[in-house]
């Protein structure tokens, strides 16, 4: 399977952004599906989690009531809404894919798939 993530850009604080994620290959309705972010200088940081029929979510506690995600299996393709968005978002954000298996996928060695990255920058 292989990722490619898209969306990115440049927003105000305050506003919205909303990121795909396009699979590839076969597979992708048998995984699920998990976005996360990096900013310089810090761990790869965990955003959320959706589950391979899209019925379980996850998010973390920073991005919970912003953030939500999404996917249609039909079109191999997971969303990331981001609204009220803060400078503190800006990083660079992945997209990756875990075994179906997995319980509550928060870790980055949970996930066997990556995609590339897309840059989110939020100015103040």
């Known amino acids: 399977v292989q990722l490619q993530a898209s969306g990115g850009g440049l927003v105000q604080a305050g506003g919205s952004l909303r990121l795909s994620c396009t699979a590839s290959?076969?597979?992708?309705?048998?995984?699920?599906m998990g976005w996360f972010r990096q900013a310089p200088g810090k761990e790869r940081e965990f955003l959320g989690y959706?589950?391979?029929?899209?019925?379980?979510?996850d998010y973390s506690d920073s991005v919970k009531g912003r953030f939500t995600i999404s996917r249609d299996n039909a079109k191999n393709t997971v969303i990331l809404q981001m609204n009220s968005l803060r400078p503190e978002d800006t990083a660079v954000y992945y997209c990756?894919?875990?075994?179906?298996?997995?319980?509550?996928?928060?870790?980055?060695?949970?996930?066997?798939?990556w995609g590339q990255g897309t840059q989110v920058t939020v100015s103040s």
């Open positions: 990756a894919a875990a075994p179906s298996w997995r319980i509550r996928p928060r870790e980055t060695y949970d996930y066997e798939y």
């Open positions: 290959g076969r597979g992708f309705s048998l995984l699920g």
């Open positions: 959706i589950s391979l029929d899209g019925g379980s979510t």
